[in-house]
């Protein structure tokens, strides 16, 4: 029996839906316009540079590289708060679309700017699983 | 664009500077505010047409405050873009009084963050207790455990690893603000520090250090903003609004440079409208939530070029006495900072302009032209930019 998931958890909404059922199945999804070949973070109902409807998903290579972290020492928020020290970070995946995360699986302090890593998952509860990202292997 | 200078001018103002008020509600200090910055300009209630105002803990915070005074303004602003709002507000009250809808507006805001225990940088998302997060962008954020120190901590680090910034260079900031405290005798924070003292504090989210971040205070204030013609019978020398600009600064969808903040958009309007240059700026105001702040603000307003900020803050250039004397009041991170700190900007720019501290220490000589940038959000996700350039005849 695991301990129940005590930090916040994503809303899931219909425009969103489709990236969080994607992460249940261990895969990581972004979105991408055909029309204007642009790829865009986070998951939106409309393409944000044309305005238009038609943006698809597609599987994301998962790696990247850490564009920015900070080791974050104090966050009152349940969860986080006998969490730290954690490491909270911009990954710029191979697609080019910078995404919040934490780097896991690794010492924070082994953390540095073009540290190249990869996504992994972890199940929150058994409707929500939550990309994060480690070293690369 | 039409010439909006000198199209409105600050006539009144008041900082309620208790830093911790655990007797007051937040309505009685942006009231009790109000009245004396009224009282500041020789103004009284009939004259006030427009009512602008923020809050990050007052519901509904215009049409509550007009309910708590009994007042009927014919125009209101309720525009809330984090601690930078005020600036937006005087740049729309500007607007509107040029227009002729209103003659004479007041913009206050107060807060108890400090009486209330309210963590403001470090209680993330959960800091008013369980949260629901919205389908986007919290629900990609917030399940990482963000605070608004982090988010500032990121782009510092970012900094540093682009142009070799140092905690040093950024404790030189804290320094800055500390001396400036000293020469007030209503800041939280007087004693003199060392930029030893900034970098051997605990850190808070790497890179920054407990000395890097702002103070949490309570307080509140208010500014009364007329028409030249209002502006011509009030007590004090006008304080000029010669421009202003507004800016959203954002992801851009993954793919924005978050090293380039608000004011890299904002600050080319104000300057433009004012016709003015970065030369004839005596004194700023420069939102100090957190040290780097003040370096990543500088550069984007254009006082350096980008990557220089570490070294312009250093060496007593930013005291005064030095190139751009800045936050002469201490600051937030040694003065005051209930949460939206935008405000008091206007307050000490406003001082300075009337030469309020003539004789001492603290007195910009020959102040003729400021400029306040306020900054509400947050640097490493999304964030507000109102920059406004005053002046005195």
């Not at chain 2, 809050?55 to 309720?78: C, Q, T």
């Not at chain 2, 939530?289 to 370096?295: A, G, L, R």
């Not at chain 2, 959000?377 to 109102?386: E, K, N």
């Amino acid at each position: 029996m695991t301990t129940p998931w005590n930090k916040p958890l994503p809303t899931v909404v219909g425009e969103t839906k489709p990236f969080w059922d994607s992460c249940r199945r261990g895969q990581l999804v972004i979105q991408y316009c055909r029309g204007c070949d642009e790829y865009q973070w986070y998951p939106r109902g409309i393409c944000v540079d044309c305005w238009g409807e038609n943006v698809g998903w597609v599987q994301s290579s998962g790696r990247g590289t850490v564009w920015t972290y900070t080791i974050t020492y104090q966050n009152r928020t349940t969860g986080f708060a006998d969490m730290v020290p954690y490491v909270l970070a911009l990954v710029e995946l191979e697609e080019g679309v910078r995404m919040f995360t934490n780097i896991v699986d690794c010492n924070p302090r082994d953390v540095h700017i073009g540290m190249a890593v990869e996504v992994t998952f972890q199940n929150a509860t058994p409707q929500i699983t939550i990309p994060y990202f480690k070293p690369a292997s | 664009m039409v010439d909006l200078r000198r199209a409105a001018a600050i006539v009144g103002i008041h900082e309620h500077v208790t830093r911790y008020a655990p007797d007051k509600s937040e309505l009685q200090i942006q009231g009790e505010s109000i009245i004396k910055a009224l009282d500041d300009a020789g103004l009284t209630k009939d004259d006030v047409d427009g009512l602008f105002t923020a809050s990050s803990s007052i519901r509904n915070s215009g049409m509550n405050l007009a309910d708590y005074l009994n007042m009927y303004p014919s125009y209101v602003d309720n525009t809330t873009v984090g601690g930078g709002s005020f600036e937006f507000h005087l740049s729309h009250a500007l607007t509107a009084i040029a227009a002729g809808r209103i003659n004479c507006a007041v913009i206050t805001y107060s807060s108890l963050a400090r009486s209330g225990g309210v963590s403001v940088g470090t209680g993330g998302v959960g800091r008013y207790g369980h949260p629901i997060l919205d389908p986007s962008p919290d629900s990609f954020e917030e399940i990482y455990g963000l605070t608004t120190v982090g988010l500032y901590a990121m782009i510092a680090r970012r900094h540093m690893h682009l142009f070799g910034t140092t905690s040093e260079q950024l404790a030189e900031v804290s320094v800055a603000m500390r001396h400036h405290a000293s020469m007030n005798p209503e800041a939280l924070f007087r004693d003199p520090i060392t930029v030893e003292d900034v970098v051997n504090s605990r850190v808070i989210s790497d890179p920054l250090h407990l000395m890097d971040c702002c103070v949490i205070t309570d307080g509140g204030g208010a500014v009364v903003v007329a028409s030249p013609e209002v502006a011509r019978n009030c007590k004090h020398t006008p304080v000029w609004i010669l421009g202003a600009g507004e800016a959203i600064a954002h992801q851009g969808a993954g793919k924005r440079d978050l090293i380039y903040i608000a004011a890299h958009q904002s600050s080319p309007r104000a300057f433009e409208m004012a016709g003015v240059t970065h030369d004839d700026i005596d004194m700023a105001m420069v939102y100090d939530s957190f040290t780097i702040t003040v370096v990543e603000t500088l550069e984007d307003l254009g006082f350096c070029k980008k990557g220089e900020g570490g070294e312009f803050v250093s060496g007593g250039r930013i005291q005064v006495g030095g190139a751009l004397p800045i936050n002469t009041d201490g600051g937030g991170l040694s003065s005051n900072h209930p949460g939206m700190r935008g405000i008091f900007l206007l307050l000490e720019a406003t001082r300075q302009l009337r030469h309020q501290f003539d004789g001492t220490a603290r007195q910009v000589s020959d102040c003729k032209i400021a400029l306040a940038h306020g900054t509400g959000g947050a640097l490493g996700s999304r964030h507000s930019g109102g920059t406004v350039i005053l002046a005195r005849d």
